[in-house]
């Protein structure tokens, strides 16, 4: 009976990227004889090998139904198949040569075991060839070493180990290749003996495993960026020893110095070429194969680091920088814990499988693959291994350049996409001559001064290439429908005689300019959201490169006469309109035709519009100040009209925002186990915010409808403003005990009192208004997203006197506020970013159906003094908060200068009688400025 076993993990993810072909897993071996082998006994050893090595007589079979990882099966072997014979088509070697190139690049036929031999005779000096092409399922670099010792027929089966070689390689001399460390009980007894230790070095695991196993991004070079399936193949040796001198006179290692001459040698092709090549992307294998493990299986991972050189400098001194970064790279704790992470990857669907890896290997540069070999000894058939040059895989990248020692030479070989590397000679003659500058170099007469190492991330980004929203944000995406559109506006009138051109009109050309100029000193306005397939994570911000203004900036004229009402009307039907998110999410209306006697000469409105998933209150506020200025006469903007983006943007496909969300759901717990060892070493700060939590969440499961407030919004808006002087609201507060917020909230509270006894409405208890909370602080100037907690203040329209009514407002406020309310919502928030993406998109829309509060009301500290815009003043600003399904209506409190504006929006039909809430918010601030002797 044939018998079965599953690919370990690493193997499995190697066999599921061979989907795509530009990452073939195909190892690629030339060993040089120094005769032509007898060939009846070279097909006895590989039939001998066959079986001492099961792996050889077996081929991968895929599991039924795509479910679990893929096993070996036992298969017949044709040994005629695998094994065959050849002449070169010339005596030298590059005959050879090319059919090793030919053989990386075929495919192995999958119902076959997965590896070729074969003999090519005819060389120069009657010499011959073996070329050996094994699959990367089947084994690793090293593995394949221990494979080739049993190719020896002078070492019969059962003795001792082959003779060691000429020239010992051990690990940290030879190269950054590590063993995994074990040591479960020791690590188990630690765990109970320092848990919050053990946690923290969990976090760290995980945090980087979502290093490992974030996508590599583009490549850096800008000279080697083609790809495709053609391969060209060379070959170079260098005296081992020497070359170990040379690196310990470095104070490093064989593989430091292969690592210096092979970057060298890149810049000295870009530099030849004429294209600056100063920064690469660089994979490179770390092994975690310990002694004892069978030669056959992958025991390794990726380690990928981003290298910048320095074709100038002293080649001791770029070995130094180069050997930090790699070191820190090898380091990575999640590289001990390969097989755990890709075990993982595996339950995934193959098709996201097989694009997380493509993700960690393509876009690469350049791979580099440090290999101990063989030493002097091995014979093959009667004839001698005189060299043993590898062929390693480009996985994506536009050359792989091997190590591989053998006796007393180190053994190169270059593996290059022919696409990428059209001059491929011209780079092996650039590492011929890099090495040998190397091997003829001293030590330096003072110690080199070293660049810090960077950290071993692809380079110095976020922790994803591209910036996910956070739950917040995704939120506002998610609970946007074509009749509740979840962007904030804000009104603003100008003196528009700076903005208009010779005949009167509006200068479209220069106010596109300008706001080019400003919007690339607030990035989330060069950005469009991408989101994953399927909603499977949540959506990520990438650059928007076609974000032409004319797709930003609109210009049009108000019917006659051109006052306030027409005004107000044209700023509801705006409201209504959902913004494109295929581009930017902002725009801006600018609005001729205005009635002069009723604004002033020349003046123009502005409705600016911008998401609610890109910016909070606080940062909106922040965004006048950026777009607008603070003098009158400011500097002329020389950016085209456009808006650039901030980076180069590459616009990530489908499989890449599948596997950057993999990544991060990887990585997450990372995220919680930090959070648990927080909140154990600071219990009383955990025990209180639990405490305001729990009190949050009765908050917000509290509370009930009342009828006409809490509705489905339809299709149509109602815009009014209110404008009271600051300095009234704020001396009220003062005298009264309390602060501008509560005056408020106490004057809002008798609007809404009055506007529910016009409709005959009853409602048991207080109202109930929703009240963002800003959780920024000062190391969060400028940046964009919702940074905010919320408080729910009940509103007592129950009250009959206005003094009762601020009375009860304020003692609610300062309750809310001693007992840390906003904290407790703070950490709803924080916890929503670790929701599962459909639990997040669930309780989005559950919001939808809430009937917690009945109103909400937000208050922003807006500028203190005029703001200009190209010269022209503005006079009112007029903020407007969107409406949540289940809220119709809603009141948005900006001050500006001297004067403090609530807007109040509402749905058309269910708030008819609008002007009811606002006179009756307008006589309490009249009534309560009286209570306070104003």
Request: proline residues 8%.
């Amino acid at each position: 009976m044939a018998t079965t076993a599953s690919l370990n993990p690493v193997d499995a993810t190697l066999w599921a990227i061979r989907r795509d072909p530009e990452l073939r897993t195909t190892i690629v071996a030339l060993a040089l004889l120094d005769r032509v082998p007898e060939w009846d006994r070279l097909r006895r050893v590989i039939e001998q090998a066959t079986d001492r090595i099961p792996r050889l007589r077996q081929r991968v079979v895929e599991p039924s139904m795509g479910l679990g990882r893929p096993h070996w099966e036992e298969t017949d072997l044709d040994l005629d198949y695998h094994l065959r014979r050849t002449a070169a088509a010339e005596p030298g070697l590059r005959s050879v040569l090319d059919l090793c190139g030919a053989l990386a690049t075929e495919d192995f036929d999958d119902a076959r075991p997965l590896w070729e031999v074969v003999l090519v005779e005819g060389l120069d000096d009657e010499r011959a060839a073996l070329v050996l092409k094994i699959s990367h399922t089947l084994t690793d670099g090293v593995g394949g070493v221990g494979l080739l010792r049993l190719l020896d027929d002078d070492t019969p089966v059962g003795d001792a180990a082959p003779p060691e070689p000429a020239v010992e390689p051990d690990g940290p001399e030879h190269s950054h290749l590590l063993s995994v460390p074990t040591g479960l009980v020791s690590a188990a007894m630690h765990a109970g003996l320092h848990p919050l230790d053990t946690m923290g070095e969990a976090t760290s695991v995980l945090g980087s495993a979502g290093r490992l196993l974030r996508p590599a991004g583009a490549p850096l070079s800008t000279l080697m960026t083609d790809r495709s399936l053609r391969r060209w193949v060379g070959v170079s040796e260098l005296p081992l020893e020497r070359l170990r001198e040379a690196a310990h006179r470095a104070d490093g290692s064989i593989n430091d110095a292969f690592v210096t001459i092979a970057l060298g040698a890149l810049w000295d092709y870009h530099d030849a070429i004429g294209v600056e090549g100063a920064r690469f992307r660089v994979t490179m294998p770390v092994s975690f194969r310990r002694d004892g493990d069978d030669d056959g299986g992958n025991q390794w991972t990726p380690a990928r680091v981003v290298l910048d050189v320095d074709g100038h400098g002293h080649p001791f001194t770029e070995l130094t920088r180069h050997q930090a970064v790699l070191r820190s790279a090898v380091d990575e704790p999640a590289n001990s814990f390969t097989q755990t992470i890709s075990a993982g990857v595996q339950q995934l669907p193959a098709g996201l499988t097989a694009g997380i890896v493509a993700g960690m290997v393509k876009g690469s540069d350049l791979v580099l693959t440090d290999v101990p070999g063989l030493g002097e000894g091995l014979t093959i058939a009667g004839a001698r291994v005189t060299r043993l040059h590898p062929f390693a895989p480009t996985g994506g990248a536009a050359v792989n350049i091997g190590l591989m020692s053998h006796g007393g030479t180190a053994c190169i070989g270059f593996t290059m996409d022919r696409a990428a590397m059209p001059q491929p000679e011209l780079l092996v003659r650039c590492f011929e001559e890099r090495a040998d500058d190397f091997m003829r170099r001293r030590r330096l007469d003072e110690p080199a001064v070293v660049a810090p190492p960077t950290p071993p991330a692809d380079e110095p980004a976020p922790s994803t290439p591209h910036e996910r929203l956070s739950a917040l944000d995704t939120s506002f995406l998610r609970m946007e429908t074509p009749t509740t559109p979840m962007h904030m506006g804000v009104l603003c009138v100008l003196d528009g005689a700076p903005l208009r051109r010779r005949d009167g009109s509006l200068d479209l050309d220069r106010l596109r300019t300008h706001i080019a100029d400003r919007a690339r000193q607030a990035p989330r306005l060069t950005k469009r959201v991408e989101e994953v397939p399927f909603e499977l994570g949540r959506p990520v911000w990438v650059d928007d490169d076609t974000a032409a203004l004319d797709s930003h900036v609109w210009t049009s004229t108000l019917p006659a006469p051109g006052g306030r009402t027409e005004l107000l009307e044209r700023c509801e039907e705006l409201q209504m309109q959902c913004l494109d998110r295929t581009r930017p999410l902002f725009d801006m209306h600018f609005i001729d035709g205005l009635d002069p006697d009723e604004f002033g000469p020349n003046a123009v409105a502005l409705v600016q519009r911008v998401h609610h998933a890109l910016l909070d209150g606080v940062s909106g506020v922040e965004l006048l100040a950026v777009l607008f200025d603070a003098e009158p006469d400011p500097a002329e903007p020389s950016a085209p009209a456009a808006v650039a983006p901030s980076t180069t943007g590459d616009r990530p496909g489908p499989f890449q925002l599948l596997t950057e969300a993999a990544a991060d759901l990887i990585a997450e717990p990372g995220a919680l186990i930090r959070a648990a060892i927080d909140a154990l070493r600071s219990p009383l700060r955990t025990t209180r915010r639990l405490v305001a939590t729990a009190a949050a969440m009765g908050d917000f499961l509290g509370g009930g409808a009342a009828p006409s407030l809490n509705q489905p919004v339809g299709h149509h808006r109602r815009l009014l403003a209110l404008t009271v002087p600051l300095e009234r609201v704020h001396d009220t507060g003062v005298e009264l005990g309390g602060t501008v917020n509560d005056v408020v909230l106490s004057a809002v509270t008798r609007g809404l009192r009055s506007l529910l006894a016009s409709r005959h409405e009853t409602v048991a208890g207080p109202l109930r208004a929703l009240v963002p909370v800003s959780t920024r602080h000062s190391g969060m100037d400028g940046e964009h997203g919702n940074h905010v907690a919320a408080l729910v203040v009940e509103l007592p329209i129950d009250v009959e006197d206005p003094i009762g009514t601020f009375v009860a407002v304020s003692t609610r406020t300062r309750d809310l506020k001693n007992h840390h309310h906003a904290d407790g919502t703070e950490v709803m928030m924080d916890a929503s970013n670790h929701l599962p993406p459909v639990a997040l998109d669930l309780v989005s829309r559950l919001m939808g159906q809430q009937h917690a509060v009945n109103i909400v009301v937000t208050n922003l500290p807006g500028p203190p003094t005029p703001l200009y815009l190209l010269g022209g003043e503005i006079r009112e600003l007029v903020p407007i908060v969107p409406l949540g399904a289940n809220l119709t209506v809603g009141v948005a409190v900006l001050s500006y200068g001297p004067d403090l504006t609530l807007a109040f929006h509402a749905d058309r039909e269910a708030c008819a009688d609008l002007e009811v809430l606002v006179d009756g918010t307008g006589q309490a601030f009249d009534a309560l400025a009286d209570l306070a002797g104003l």
